[in-house]
C-alpha cells in the first residue's frame, strides 16, 4: 500500500496546555509535528505532545523547533495536546498520513535552518512508495503567506500580528520541499521526513528520543 496524503493544519496558540481538533482518516495513520516551544521568546518548552490521548515520539529538534510523530493514530475528529513546562506561546504545523509503515514508519529526519525568504527541507529521499513531508516556521516577514516551490502545498498562515509564518508540504519524489516568504526573516527552521509504505519495514529508520 502506497502512502497516501490525509490532512495538514497550521495554528499559533497561548497557554501552558493547548489543545486543538484535528480530524485523521485512511489506515496505517501516521501523525507529524513540527512544533515551535515559545515562538515569541517567553521560555518554557514542550513537555509532551498527545494526538487522541496517545503520546507523539520526539524525532529531535533544531534551536526552539521539535519534531514529533506517530504511527497508528486514532481516526476521526481528535484532540491534538501540547503541554508546556509554562505559560507560553506556540506555533505548530500538522500533518497525516495514511498507508504508513508499522515497523519503520519514517526514514532519516532533515533539519535545515537559514535567513533567507526561500525556507527549504533540503533533500529527502523518498522511499518507493513513499512520500516526503516537510514543514518550515520562521520568525518576522512581510505578506503573503508563504507559498510552495516545490512539492505540493499542505497549509501555510502568517500571522497578522507577529508576522511569524507556518508551513507544510508534501511530495512523492526524492528532493526537497521549499516554500517562498514575502520577505527575508531574522530566521527560519524546516524539518523534512521520508514516510516509507506499508510493507517497507527493512527501511532506515531514525529512533526516538525522550522529551
Avoid at 81 to 107: I, K
Wanted: glycine fraction near 16%; charge should be negative; proline fraction near 5%.
Amino acid at each position: 500500500m502506497a502512502v497516501i496524503y490525509d490532512n495538514s493544519d497550521v495554528r499559533f496558540g497561548l497557554g501552558s496546555s493547548v489543545s486543538f481538533s484535528y480530524t485523521v482518516t485512511g489506515s496505517a495513520t501516521a501523525i507529524l509535528v513540527w512544533a515551535a516551544e515559545d515562538p515569541n521568546g517567553g521560555g518554557g518548552t514542550i513537555t509532551n505532545v498527545s494526538y487522541a490521548g496517545t503520546n507523539l515520539d520526539n524525532y529531535g529538534s533544531s534551536g526552539q523547533m521539535r519534531a514529533l510523530a506517530k504511527q497508528g493514530v486514532a481516526t476521526g475528529p481528535n484532540t491534538l495536546t501540547f503541554t508546556r513546562s509554562s505559560y507560553g506561546g506556540l506555533a505548530f504545523n500538522t500533518s497525516s498520513f495514511a498507508g504508513v509503515d508499522s515497523v519503520t514508519p519514517f526514514g532519516a529526519v532533515v533539519f535545515n535552518t537559514g535567513a533567507t525568504s526561500s525556507p527549504s527541507t533540503g533533500s529527502i529521499t523518498c522511499p518507493s512508495g513513499g512520500m516526503i513531508w516537510g514543514a518550515e516556521f520562521s520568525s518576522y516577514t512581510t505578506a503573503p503567506a508563504p507559498s510552495i516551490t516545490s512539492g505540493t502545498l499542505g497549509a501555510s498562515v502568517r500571522s497578522t500580528g507577529s508576522g511569524q509564518t507556518l508551513a507544510t508540504g508534501y511530495g512523492s519524489t526524492t528532493g526537497a520541499i521549499s516554500w517562498a516568504l514575502g520577505s527575508a526573516p531574522g530566521s527560519w527552521s524546516a524539518v523534512g521526513f521520508p514516510i516509507n509504505p506499508t510493507g517497507a519495514g527493512a527501511d532506515t529508520f531514525l529512533g526516538q528520543i525522550c522529551l
